[in-house]
């Protein structure tokens, strides 16, 4: 079992910055590839960017590509997210996951666990 736990979230103003941080424990992840998800109420959850298990691969959502970064620490068991230039439509609920699996995953069937999610939110 792996459990995560998101952190970082908050209030911030279009253009800025922030970094989350999701915390594994129970397992390492050195052998999970791990996800950022987000959620919009009454929305699906969709796919905002992949790590695999080595770092030398990561994969973004087209909506984020250029803004966000997926990097991980194994050492510390830990994976972040940095969001730069950041829009108001950014805001959501964001999710940390981790698969087993080897090769880079969209979709949340193909996450084996979840953390709790941390908000986010970006004023116009």
């Known amino acids: 079992q792996v459990q995560l736990v998101e952190s970082g979230g908050g209030l911030v103003q279009a253009g800025g910055s922030l970094r989350l941080s999701c915390a594994a424990s129970?397992?390492?992840?050195?052998?999970?590839?791990m996800g950022w998800f987000r959620q919009d109420p009454g929305k699906e959850r969709e796919f905002v960017g992949s790590i695999l298990r080595s770092a030398l691969s990561t994969y973004y959502a087209d909506s984020v590509k250029g803004r966000f970064t997926i990097s991980r620490d194994n050492a510390k068991n830990t994976v972040y997210l940095q969001m730069n230039s950041l829009k108001p439509e950014d805001t959501a609920v964001y999710y940390c996951?981790?698969?087993?699996?080897?090769?880079?995953?969209?979709?949340?069937?193909?996450?084996?666990?979840w953390g709790q999610g941390t908000q986010v939110t970006v004023s116009s």
């Open positions: 996951a981790a698969s087993r699996n080897l090769a880079a995953e969209f979709t949340t069937s193909r996450y084996d666990y």
């Open positions: 129970g397992r390492t992840i050195s052998t999970y590839a």
